[in-house]
């Protein structure tokens, strides 16, 4: 069964500190992974998308790797900012005829001042 | 304004009700997607359009319905509402890439249904 599979469900850090989220996917065939962050009332909006060649790759202060042989990704923030708080939600594409989407749960992330 | 515009944003109704949310797009996208969110799970699609002549079924299309009206516009429509399907509906679109390319998001209707 195609799935992904995010840790931790929720998570509180102060202001100004790094964390990591982890994202782990049972897909196939695999296109690309991809992350998205979605505040509070909003829609999601993509961080970044990676292909299986692609091991890491960045937009200012996320910086998302990818290890396709253990089917694991993570999304690293730093130095965080109260308006990281939000939803991060990875996402892995099939590569079949439509590159179908499978959503994870989401983390949960809460940056405190 | 909004890229994907999502109309109501919130919607109180009743079981057996039809119900219509409406998606519009300014981004000149082909395809058009609507997903259902609930808490504790990820987005999952009800509905998916690549083209206007084009509807297709999605993990969880049963008691739903769409029309694409033009490129830019795509309805989602529950003929009779119920309970269970109290929760957040988004639209989303992309472009014709090879699937390498984000979808992009409405803010999404909170539709409850008493």
Known sequence: KNQVEQSPQSLIILEGKNCTLQCNYTVSPFSNLRWYKQDTGRGPVSLTIMTFSENTKSNGRYTATLDADTKQSSLHITASQLSDSASYICVAALRDSNYQLIWGAGTKLIIKP | ?114
């Open chain 2, 1 to 114: 304004d909004a890229d994907v515009t999502q109309t109501p944003r919130n919607r109180i109704t009743k079981t057996g009700k039809r119900i219509m949310l409406e998606c519009s797009q300014t981004k000149g996208h082909d395809r058009m997607y609507w997903y259902r969110q609930d808490p504790g799970l990820g987005l999952r699609l009800i509905y998916y359009s690549f083209d206007v002549k084009d509807i297709n079924k999605g993990e969880i299309s049963d008691g739903y319905s769409v029309s694409r009206q033009a490129q830019a516009k795509f309805s989602l429509s529950l003929e009779s509402a119920i309970p269970n399907q109290t929760a957040l509906y988004f639209c989303a679109t992309s472009d014709n890439s090879q699937g390498r390319q984000p979808q992009h998001f409405g803010d999404g209707t909170r539709l409850s249904i008493l």
